[in-house]
């Protein structure tokens, strides 16, 4: 069976391993037989995504990636994930590759309003607000969508600071709830993901991780092909 390649658009190696863990615990509780699943880490680019130009650079070097990478010319995967929140280089993946390509941006959001759920997402990249609004309306789901609510602080400290990170989240999941009356809520980002599974057992409605949405949503597709 060909594996499945997650794609971290940004530089840190570490980002991408826990990415992957995350993964490969999801696959674990998928039941029958599953792929491996490899990680991909950008080469150039910054170590994390927090502004519009960021975003914009990731898609433009996920985009080639099907140029530039074996396992990718070769069709040497059953399926990619694109493991940063705005999906950076999606479009332009399934334009060139022949497997399905999921950004966990997407799935997660798709997950979050399922059964008629009004969903909001908690991050911390206020200034990717707009981005944010504009995938939302892109995936035809405004109508389902409660609003962003955003951590204040350095979202890259944030990232050296894992309590810290998770309490800042979790005060943004309750405002989604208390103040939106967000039935689902989404941590928006691939590097939060460990905040996410924590926060998931934390609150009585679903606080959905994108990265494992995003696995699930892929064996769905999988599955579809069989």
Same mark, same amino acid.
């Given at each position: ?10 530089t ?7 990415m ?6 999801c696959?674990a509780d998928?039941?029958g037989?599953v792929p491996a ?5 950008m ?8 502004e519009?130009?960021d975003l914009?650079? $990731?898609?433009q ?5 099907a ?6 010319v070769?069709?040497?995967?059953c399926?990619?994930i694109v ?29 979050a309003?399922?059964?008629?759920r009004r ?8 200034s990717m607000a707009?981005?944010?609004v504009?995938?939302?309306r892109r ?7 409660s609003g962003?609510?955003?951590?204040s602080?350095?979202?890259q400290?944030?990232?050296?600071q894992?309590?810290a990170?998770e309490?800042?989240? $979790?005060?943004a999941?309750g ?12 941590i928006?980002?691939?590097p ?17 991780g994108?990265?494992?949405a995003?696995c699930r949503s892929l064996?769905h597709?999988l599955?579809?092909?069989?």
């Open positions: 069976m060909k594996p499945i390649l997650l794609i971290n658009p940004n840190s190696v570490l980002t991408t391993q826990m992957v863990d995350i993964a490969r615990a696959l998928w039941p037989r699943i490899h990680g991909l880490t080469p150039h680019g910054v170590p994390m995504i927090i519009e130009a914009q650079a $990731a898609a070097a996920v985009g080639e990636l140029f530039t990478q074996t396992e990718l070769a069709d040497d995967v399926g990619v493991a940063a929140f705005g999906d950076p280089g999606v479009t332009a993946l399934r334009q060139r590759l022949a497997v399905p390509v999921v950004g966990i941006g997407e799935a997660a959001m798709r997950e309003a399922q059964h008629g969903f909001g997402i908690a991050t911390t990249t206020p707009a981005s944010i504009a995938n939302v995936h035809g789901l405004e109508a389902a969508f962003a609510r955003f951590t602080g350095d979202p400290a944030f990232a050296r894992p309590a990170l309490a800042a989240l $979790a005060d999941v405002a989604c709830i208390d103040i939106d009356r967000a039935q689902a809520v989404v928006g980002g691939g939060l993901g460990q905040a996410a599974q924590a926060l998931s057992k934390r609150f009585d409605i679903p606080v959905i994108p990265v494992p995003a064996l597709m599955a579809g092909m069989r």
